[in-house]
């Protein structure tokens, strides 16, 4: 146990996990800029610009576009109960822990939700929400466009297609997906959509931005029960963060400085720009780990989630031996899978800030060699070789992010 009033040290760690990822030292320095009240009239003009970038960055003109006071999963929160009203059916496609806590937080409105699963690994086939929607009155068709707890990224457009026919909503969790992995919430007709700061955008955790369209905010004037929710009412919300800037509940002031910061370095970048080069790194990552004989989770390719990888631990390996000794020798830290996949799989997590080169190499050496001390047979230097031919393949791209 250490002296509880010492000095605050953490560690220094490279978080290639999927979320938190590492910060930009220019997100540091917003950190630490004077506190203001939440109703000053330099913070209340402030907003707004937090407000326009995250437009940008969700490709939107939704004029509700804000960052909740909650991590990731209050955004689910959010866009889940402010459109289900008692009696009502809602469909959610299930295929990782993180749509499943979709349909659990629908579920808990006591909606009628319908699951339409896939194997995990796998993205869910629209077909099967249609069929599952057939002769209902759907509310809402929901999914995760990035599933974390597997890795796979799940195709919008053919869910728009389908929610469309059921007369339904469509709502999509891009908790991992947003300016990491294509996403354009007006072309794409996303009705609402929320992430999550700490993942590809690179702000620290504790705010979902969130954005709903004209047909969602008139939906929700004409409710006919109030929201479930008290701090999670987006109208309510929306009094804050709209024209009137009127208090609802304090927000989290200095994380919405992080978060200016952090959509300041990704529309730099710019949004292209910042999906190809997670792209690129994860395809040298890929290449590293085959390499090495390591197996993907993700047999299709096409469905591989940009920003996480998810990986089947070698036979022989210890997992949990295996991440500490990347922690506790090398300062990196990767994930464990989740639930029944919690001892057979690692994540590996290349979002925003911790998406670069370096950190590809690094960890691939970091690797090897442990891997190596517990006796796996692999050809010394082949999972780096690989990454390094997989980026000479690659075209150019800006090395760094938010220097
Ligand atoms: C991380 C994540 C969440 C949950 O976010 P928290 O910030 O941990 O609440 C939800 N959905 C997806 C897809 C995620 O990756």
């Known amino acids: 146990?250490?002296?509880?009033?010492?000095?605050?040290?953490?560690?220094?760690?490279?978080?290639?996990?999927?979320?938190?990822?590492?910060?930009?030292?220019?997100?540091?320095?917003?950190l630490a800029m004077p506190l203001v009240g939440h109703v000053d009239p330099w913070f209340t003009e402030f907003m707004g610009g937090v407000q326009e970038m995250l437009r940008r960055v969700f490709q939107t003109q939704?004029?509700?576009?804000?960052p909740i006071s909650a991590s990731g999963s209050g955004g689910?929160?959010?866009?889940?109960?402010?459109?289900?009203?008692?009696?009502?059916?809602?469909?959610?496609?299930?295929?990782?822990t993180f749509s499943g806590r979709m349909a659990e937080v629908a579920e808990r409105t006591g909606a009628k939700i319908h699951r339409v699963a896939a194997p995990f690994g796998r993205t869910v086939d629209p077909e099967d929400v249609?069929?599952?929607?057939?002769?209902?009155?759907?509310?809402?068709?929901?999914?995760?466009?990035?599933?974390?707890?597997?890795?796979?990224?799940?195709?919008?457009?053919?869910?728009?297609?389908?929610?469309?026919?059921?007369?339904?909503?469509?709502?999509?969790?891009?908790?991992?997906?947003?300016?990491?992995?294509?996403?354009?919430?007006d072309r794409q007709h996303i009705d609402i959509c929320f992430s999550g700061t700490q993942k590809a955008i690179s702000a620290p955790p504790g705010m979902a931005p969130i954005t709903v369209n004209a047909r969602v905010d008139e939906m929700l004037r004409n409710r006919k029960s109030k929201v479930q929710s008290w701090y999670f009412d987006l109208t309510m919300v929306t009094d804050y963060w709209g024209k009137g800037r009127t208090y609802h509940h304090t927000p989290p002031i200095p994380l919405i400085y992080a978060l200016h910061e952090a959509l300041r370095i990704v529309l730099e970048e710019g949004l292209e720009a910042s999906w190809k080069r997670h792209r690129q790194n994860q395809a040298?990552?890929?290449?590293?780990l085959e390499a090495m004989g390591?197996?993907?989770?993700?047999?299709?390719?096409?469905?591989?989630?940009?920003?996480?990888?998810?990986?089947?631990?070698?036979?022989?390996i210890d997992g949990a031996k295996t991440r500490a000794r990347l922690l506790n020798e090398f300062?990196?830290?990767?994930?464990?899978?989740?639930?029944?996949?919690?001892?057979t799989m690692w994540r590996i997590g290349l979002m925003g800030y911790s998406s670069q080169r370096a950190n590809v190499l690094l960890f691939l050496d970091a690797l090897e060699r442990i891997l190596l001390d517990q006796g796996m047979k692999l050809a010394v230097g082949a999972g780096i070789a690989a990454a390094v031919g997989s980026f000479g393949r690659a075209e150019p791209v800006a090395v760094g992010h938010g220097k």
């Open 284 to 288: 040298a990552l890929i290449a590293g």
């Open 62 to 66: 939704n004029h509700i576009t804000f």
């Open 1 to 30: 146990m250490t002296n509880p009033i010492e000095e605050l040290r953490p560690p220094t760690r490279l978080m290639l996990t999927p979320g938190p990822s590492c910060i930009s030292p220019r997100v540091y320095r917003a």
């Open 294 to 316: 390591i197996p993907l989770f993700v047999e299709n390719p096409e469905d591989r989630l940009p920003t996480v990888t998810a990986v089947t631990i070698p036979n022989g």
């Open 76 to 96: 689910i929160e959010t866009a889940v109960v402010n459109v289900l009203e008692p009696g009502d059916e809602a469909i959610v496609c299930v295929n990782g």
């Open 130 to 185: 249609r069929r599952a929607g057939q002769g209902r009155k759907i509310k809402f068709v929901g999914l995760a466009h990035g599933e974390t707890s597997t890795g796979v990224v799940t195709k919008i457009d053919p869910f728009r297609k389908v929610a469309d026919e059921l007369g339904a909503l469509l709502i999509v969790d891009s908790v991992a997906t947003l300016a990491g992995v294509p996403l354009d919430v």
């Open 331 to 343: 300062n990196i830290e990767i994930a464990g899978g989740l639930g029944d996949f919690k001892t």
